[in-house]
């Protein structure tokens, strides 16, 4: 049997007799900041990074009930944890920055969902 082992992602194909792909992982370091994103973004290009990904999750989901209204010290002072993973998500208005920049800059950009209402978000 010959299978075909090759994957499109965006312009490029991941598989057999292809050059590697690599990517770069932001997930959630950029603090729910748009600044940061794009600097992450160019550190990725820098470094010759073919994509970046970030992560996407649902705080109400993905944050124990024992941990929500847990204290914690963030970069903008004291909050709940809850309040604190809420702030790191980006929303569908981040997002399409996100991806204008992306193509300007001719990086692939994708997230990995973390939860079903994540999975639908990105969709």
């Not at 992982?25 to 820098?46: D, Q, T, V």
Request: proline content about 6%; overall charge neutral; charged content about 30%.
């Amino acid at each position: 049997m010959n299978y075909d082992r090759k994957i499109n992602i965006g312009s490029r194909f991941i598989g057999d007799d292809e050059p590697v792909f690599i990517i770069g992982e932001i997930g959630i370091n950029h603090n729910g900041s748009l600044e940061i994103a794009k600097k992450m973004i160019e550190g990725a290009l820098y470094a010759g990074c073919d994509a970046v990904k970030f992560q996407k999750r649902t705080p109400e989901l993905c944050v124990p009930e024992n941990k929500k209204n847990e204290p914690k010290d963030t970069p903008w002072g004291k909050m709940t944890y809850f309040e604190y993973k809420k702030r790191l998500e980006f929303g569908k208005e981040q997002y399409k920055i996100i991806d204008k920049y992306c193509q300007e800059k001719n990086i692939i950009w994708f997230a990995s969902p973390w939860d079903l209402p994540s999975l639908a978000f990105l969709e």
